[in-house]
């Protein structure tokens, strides 16, 4: 009885509705749920979205790049942009401890080393950086640098979603889609929040979800109103002209 009445509070948690996200400080338009339409300044320590970021560099072509919410002038090197994190650091900066593992995740800059990203990421989650949880989840579900292990993966992205996380829900889905039949409940309520907050390859799961059975029609158009509406909350044209640029830039790679 006891366990039970403890997996009840345990997934109340889990499932309760988190709160949005936050404002850009420029614009103060909430901001995007992709991780990749936002960009940290260690300068400020600030996260502005690329719209603000595009905007601003639109106005100012011909003069010396300034970060947008600061002014500060842009880093020029690696070892200006490390200089600048490890001040960010030294005053308790989180985000700039779990951007510095990202670093070394990815080899940016420095010799790339998953032991260290890991380590970076573990205080920064001690320390309050919910997001780190994502990125410590997906190194031990994609085996870089430890062990491959699905249930510390689960235990950290479950973390970041009690935390108020909504991309994570993405990945608690499909883990919870893939464990069983027994677990699309659970895996239709990941992506019905994440759904709800904007996220679109969580959409086209509750789409393929509504056509199964796995939900109700109640639920599937509450889903598709909520995520219209926080689409809305998050489009602006500068956001939809950074988006252009950024594509215009990427090169074309075999899949």
Not at 24 to 49: F, H, N, W
Not at 208 to 230: C, P, W, Y
């Amino acid at each position: 009885e006891c366990k039970k009445r403890a997996a009840e509070i345990f997934d109340e948690a889990l499932f309760k509705t988190p709160p949005p996200n936050e404002d850009c400080p420029i614009c103060c338009l909430r901001l995007p749920l992709e991780p990749s339409d936002s960009q940290y300044k260690a300068c400020c320590g600030k996260i502005i979205c690329n719209g603000c970021a595009y905007a601003d560099m639109i106005a100012g072509r011909s003069k010396k790049e300034n970060c947008p919410f600061c002014r500060a002038p842009d880093v020029t090197s690696d070892e200006e942009a490390f200089e600048k994190i490890e001040k960010r650091i030294e005053v308790g900066d989180v985000v700039a401890m779990r951007m510095l593992g990202h670093r070394y995740y990815k080899g940016d800059g420095v010799p790339q080393d998953y032991k260290k990203a890991l380590e970076l990421w573990n205080q920064a989650a001690k320390l309050g950086c919910i997001k780190s949880h994502c990125d410590i989840g997906l190194v031990y579900f994609n085996g870089d640098g430890v062990e491959m292990n699905f249930k510390k993966a689960k235990y950290h992205w479950e973390r970041a979603a009690i935390g108020g996380n909504v991309w994570v829900r993405y990945n608690l889905g499909i883990v919870e889609a893939n464990a069983g039949a027994g677990n699309m409940i659970r895996a239709m309520k990941h992506f019905m929040i994440s759904a709800g907050f904007g996220d679109d390859e969580s959409l086209k799961e509750i789409q393929h979800g509504f056509s199964h059975g796995h939900i109700t029609k109640d639920d599937f158009e509450k889903t598709l109103r909520a995520h219209k509406e926080s689409k809305d909350e998050m489009q602006s044209d500068q956001r939809d002209a950074a988006r252009r640029w950024l594509d215009a830039q990427s090169v074309a790679a075999p899949r």
